[in-house]
C-alpha cells in the first residue's frame, strides 16, 4: 500500500503545474476544434449582430462609423457569452469534469488552462475577424489598432468572468438564458473601457489609459476568477 | 471552548434556526415599533418642516425617500454577500438563510430608489430617465440582485442553490466598486453623494437631520422586514423539526 502511494506520488510529480497547464490545454484545443460548427458559431452570430444595426438603425456611413465601436463590442461580448455555456458542459454530460474535480492536481491550472482554451477559439477568434466586419460598420482606419488591441486584452476577461457563471449553471438542465442573467452585468466595465478605447482611437486621442484599464481588469481576473470558478464547479458537481 | 467567552452567548445561539427564530422574534415588537416611530417622525419632519430648497422648492423632498433606499439597497447587498462568505466557509445554514432573505429586500430597495430618482429627475432634469452614471450602477445592483435571485430559484437542492448564490454574490461584491467607477468615468451628471464619513454635509442641519432620521428609520425597518422574512425561511426550511411542530402547535392552541 505505501509502495502504491508513493508510486502515484511519484508520478504525480513528474508532471508540473506547466504540464498540467499544457496538458488540459491540448486537450480542450482538440476536442474543440473536432466540433468545427461550434468553432464558427460564435464568429457568424457576430457577423450577424452587426448586420441588423445597418438594417435596424440606418445604412447611413457616418452615422453607421459612430455607432461602430458601441456595436461591434456589444457584438463581440454577446458572441462570447453565447459560447461560453458549452465551456463546461460537455465535460459534465460525460463525466470527464468530476474526474478533473477529483484528481489530486490544482483545480486553479485546469480552470486557467481550460478559460484559455476557450478564448483563443472565441475572443481571440473574434479579435481576428473584427476589422473586417469593422470595415462594413464605416469605422475609421485609425480605430482598428484601438479595436484589436482592446478586444484582445478585454476578451479574456469575459472569457474568465463567464466561465464563472458557466460554472455556476453547469448543473442545471437550462443554463443558457440564466447565465446571461448572472453575467451581463459583470461584463459592464469591460465593454465600457473597451468601448472608451476605440473611441479615442477614432478621434486620435491616446488610448494606453484605456488599455491599461483593460490590462488590470484582466490581471484581476487572472487572479480571483480561476478561484471562484473552481469553487462554482466543485458546488455544481456536488449539488 | 475557552476562546470563545469573549462573545456573548446569544451570539453563537443566533447560528441555531431554533435559537435564531427565538431570538428574532423577542427583537421584532422592539425594532417595529422603533422603524414605525423613526419613519412616521421623519417623514412628517421632513414633509412638513424642513425647509425647502432655494432651486428646486418643495421637489426636492423625495430625497428623504431616495437616499435611504439607495442607502439601503448598496447596505443590503453588503450584507447578503457578507452572509453568504460566512455560509459558505462555516457551512452555517442561518447564514444561508439571511443570506437568501436579503436578496429579494435589496431588489425591492433598489426599485424604489430607482422609482424616486425618476419621479424626482422628471421636475429636476426634465426627464423620467437620464443615462447618468449614479442611476445606471443602481440598475446594475439591481440587475446583480436579479441574477442572484434567479440562480437561488433555479436550482433545486436548497444548500446548493446557498452555496452557488453566495459565489455569485461574492464575484458581484469584488465588482461593485469596479462597475461604480466605470460607471462614474463613463458618464456623469448626477450630484455627489450627500452623505460623506469624512466630510461635513453641504445641506444646513435642518435639512439633512431629518434625512439621518430616515435613514434610520430605513435600517430599523430593514431589519423588521429581514427578520420577519428569515423567520419564515427558518420555519420552512426546518419544517420537519420537531421544534417548529411545538411551536406552530403551541401558536394555534392560543
Known amino acids: 500500500m505505501a509502495d502504491l502511494l508513493t508510486n502515484a506520488a511519484a508520478e504525480q510529480a513528474q508532471i508540473g503545474p506547466g504540464g498540467l497547464f499544457m496538458a488540459t490545454l491540448r486537450r480542450d484545443l482538440m476536442l474543440s476544434l473536432r ?25 447611413e456611413p457616418g452615422f453607421l462609423a459612430q455607432l461602430a465601436p458601441g456595436a461591434l463590442w456589444v457584438a463581440a461580448l454577446l458572441a462570447t457569452l453565447l459560447s461560453m455555456d458549452g ?35 472565441s475572443g481571440l477568434a473574434l479579435t481576428l475577424v473584427a476589422p473586417v466586419i469593422a470595415v462594413m460598420l ?15 486584452i478585454g476578451t479574456p476577461t469575459l472569457s474568465l ?5 458557466a460554472a455556476l449553471t453547469v448543473g442545471l438542465k437550462r443554463g443558457g438564458v440564466l447565465i446571461s442573467l448572472l453575467v451581463l452585468p459583470l461584463y459592464i466595465p469591460v465593454l465600457i473601457f473597451g468601448t472608451s478605447a476605440v473611441q479615442a482611437a477614432v478621434t486620435g486621442l491616446p488610448l494606453g489609459g484605456y488599455l491599461a484599464l483593460l490590462g488590470a481588469l484582466l490581471a484581476l481576473g487572472l487572479a480571483l476568477a480561476p478561484l471562484a470558478i473552481g469553487a462554482a464547479l466543485r458546488i455544481s458537481v456536488s449539488g | 471552548m475557552s476562546d470563545k467567552k469573549w462573545m456573548p452567548r446569544w451570539f453563537y445561539q443566533l447560528a441555531s434556526p431554533r435559537w435564531c427564530y427565538q431570538i428574532c422574534g423577542k427583537l421584532l415588537p422592539g425594532f417595529t415599533i422603533a422603524a414605525l416611530v423613526l ?33 439601503l439597497a448598496q ?66 445592483l ?88 428569515l423567520r419564515n425561511e427558518i420555519l420552512r426550511r ?17
Open chain 1, 35 to 59: 466540433r468545427k460548427s461550434e468553432l464558427v458559431n460564435p464568429l457568424i452570430f457576430f457577423l450577424m449582430v452587426i448586420t441588423l444595426f445597418p438594417l435596424g438603425v440606418s445604412p
Open chain 1, 87 to 121: 465551456l463546461f458542459r460537455t465535460d459534465f454530460d460525460d463525466g470527464s469534469l468530476e474526474q478533473l474535480l477529483l484528481s489530486p492536481q490544482p483545480l486553479f491550472i485546469v480552470v486557467l488552462a481550460k478559460v484559455l482554451a476557450h478564448w483563443m477559439l
Open chain 1, 138 to 152: 464605416f469605422l475609421p482606419a485609425e480605430g482598428m489598432p484601438g479595436l484589436m488591441l482592446s478586444l484582445l
Open chain 1, 161 to 165: 468572468v463567464g466561465a464563472i457563471g
Open chain 2, 39 to 71: 419613519l412616521i417622525g421623519g417623514t412628517v419632519w421632513a414633509l412638513l418642516f424642513a425647509p425647502a430648497d432655494y432651486q428646486q422648492g418643495n421637489s426636492f423632498r423625495i430625497i428623504y425617500l431616495h437616499v435611504p433606499s439607495a442607502i
Open chain 2, 75 to 140: 447596505s443590503c447587498y453588503m450584507l447578503m454577500a457578507i452572509a453568504g462568505a460566512i455560509g459558505l466557509i462555516w457551512k452555517m445554514k442561518v447564514a444561508d438563510m439571511v443570506a437568501k432573505s436579503c436578496a429579494p429586500v435589496g431588489a425591492s430597495l433598489a426599485v424604489l430608489a430607482l422609482l424616486t430618482g425618476a419621479i424626482w429627475g422628471k421636475p429636476t432634469w426634465g426627464s423620467w430617465w437620464v443615462w447618468d452614471a449614479r442611476l445606471t450602477s443602481m440598475l446594475i
Open chain 2, 142 to 229: 439591481f440587475f446583480l440582485y436579479l441574477g442572484v435571485m434567479a440562480l437561488n430559484s433555479a436550482i433545486e437542492s436548497e444548500s446548493t442553490a446557498a452555496q452557488a448564490s453566495a459565489v455569485l454574490a461574492l464575484v458581484g461584491l469584488v465588482n461593485i466598486p469596479i462597475i461604480k467607477y466605470s460607471v462614474e468615468w463613463w458618464n456623469t451628471l448626477h450630484q455627489p453623494a450627500t452623505f460623506k464619513l469624512t466630510e461635513k454635509p453641504a445641506m444646513p442641519a435642518e435639512m439633512w437631520l431629518p434625512l439621518l432620521v430616515m435613514v434610520v428609520g430605513f435600517y430599523l425597518f430593514f431589519a423588521v422586514t429581514l427578520m420577519m422574512r
Open chain 2, 238 to 254: 426546518e419544517r420537519r423539526a420537531g421544534w417548529v411542530k411545538e411551536i406552530l402547535l403551541s401558536n394555534s392552541a392560543v
